[in-house]
């Protein structure tokens, strides 16, 4: 069984930071693409950030490029989305998922809720 659980939501006033986790378990995920997805409401989800299995590819959607950093420690099966400089535009649920094959996202967790105010 794969589960991911993300962490470090919350309310933050715009220009804020906050840095999200997420952990996964029942499997390690070291050999595996991660990314960082959100979905505000009546709005299609849309891919956040992603990162390869080494860390050494990101790529970002354009409306968070400069403002936010995908990383991952290996070692603690974890996947982290450093968010700064926040807007009020970046209000959405997110969630993080795992690839086992190209093209797909095959295992999500349900997500943390961020709230900024303007």
């Known amino acids: 069984q794969v589960t991911l659980v993300e962490s470090g939501g919350g309310l933050v006033e715009a220009g804020g930071s906050l840095r999200l986790s997420c952990v996964v378990s029942g499997v390690t995920i070291s050999r595996f693409p991660l990314g960082w997805f959100r979905q505000a409401p009546g709005k299609d989800r849309e891919r956040v950030a992603t990162?390869?299995?080494?860390?050494?590819?990101?790529n970002y959607h354009d409306s968070v490029k400069g403002r936010f950093t995908i990383s991952r420690e290996n070692a603690k099966n974890t996947v982290y989305l450093q968010m700064d400089s926040l807007k009020p535009e970046d209000t959405a649920v997110y969630y993080c998922?795992?690839?086992?094959?190209?093209?797909?996202?095959?295992?999500w967790g349900q997500g943390t809720q961020v709230t900024v105010s303007s």
């Open positions: 990162i390869s299995s080494e860390g050494g590819d990101t």
């Open positions: 998922a795992i690839s086992f094959i190209r093209g797909e996202h095959n295992y």
